[in-house]
């Protein structure tokens, strides 16, 4: 049982570090300009960001399940806010990775709170990590360490993909063309709309 929530978890990371967002930006920019070290910092910053999210979504939708026939609202709000945060993905404007007002170039003692800070802003951010929260409530065949597993397969994956593009920076800014970029956008918004229209059937028909 437990390798199926690690699947699951892995998979919804690489999703999430597909999306080019202020996150990719920033530790882009700050491996440019001040090095690797500097941008895993940002980039550990970011992880301590989505720990606070999930800590945060999960806590609230536990306690949302306390009230009697909640579990199919939380599901096909989940899913409605998943579909939504993918439409939105797909139709955004591509923005140049060379706009200097993207990203403010941290100094070094910075660098960890410019993480938690571009990452925490984000109202995707905390409304993806809610839909998750939502996603997780409705299985009620996870335990505790199915659960997770889960959501720290995710939190690696992202981190980790996170530092891969730090330390690829120079090389990812010479291949990812505005068609690359939007396609990739397009991609990936496609994909979790998937999940989202997914676990509203889910919720609809939980025995099919």
């Given at each position: 049982m437990?390798g199926e929530?690690?699947?699951?978890g892995?998979k ?17 920019t700050t491996s ?9 910092i940002?980039?550990f910053?970011?992880?301590v ?16 399940k ?5 579990d ?16 939105n993905f797909?139709?955004k404007?591509v923005?140049p ?5 993207l ?11 410019q ?9 995707f951010?905390?409304l993806?990590w809610?839909s ?7 299985k009620s ?6 659960r997770i ?7 690696l994956?992202i981190?980790?993909i996170d530092?891969l ?16 970029r939007?396609?990739?956008q ?23």
């Amino acid at each position: 049982m437990i390798g199926e929530p690690i699947l699951e978890g892995v998979k919804l990371g690489l999703l999430l570090s597909m999306m080019i967002g202020p996150v990719f930006f920033a530790l882009m920019t700050t491996s440019l300009a001040h090095g690797f070290r500097q941008s895993a910092i940002l980039a550990f910053g970011v992880l301590v960001s989505d720990l606070i999210y999930v800590f945060g979504s999960y806590l609230g939708v536990h306690f949302l399940k306390k009230i009697p026939a909640i579990d199919d609202y939380l599901g096909l709000v989940g899913g409605v806010i998943l579909i939504g945060f993918g439409i939105n993905f797909m139709v955004k404007k591509v923005i140049p990775i060379s706009g200097e007002n993207l990203v403010v170039k941290p100094k070094k003692r910075k660098a960890f709170f410019q993480g938690v800070g571009i990452n925490g802003i984000n109202p995707f951010v905390m409304l993806f990590w809610l839909s998750i929260a939502s996603m997780v409530s409705i299985k009620s065949f996870w335990g505790m360490p199915e659960r997770i597993f889960f959501y720290g397969s995710l939190l690696l994956t992202i981190f980790g993909i996170d530092i891969l593009k730090a330390f690829l920076a120079s090389s990812l800014r010479s291949i990812l063309s505005h068609n690359l970029r939007k396609a990739i956008q397009v991609f990936a918004g496609g994909l979790i709309c998937y999940f989202g229209v997914k676990m509203i059937w889910g919720t609809l028909y939980p025995v099919l």
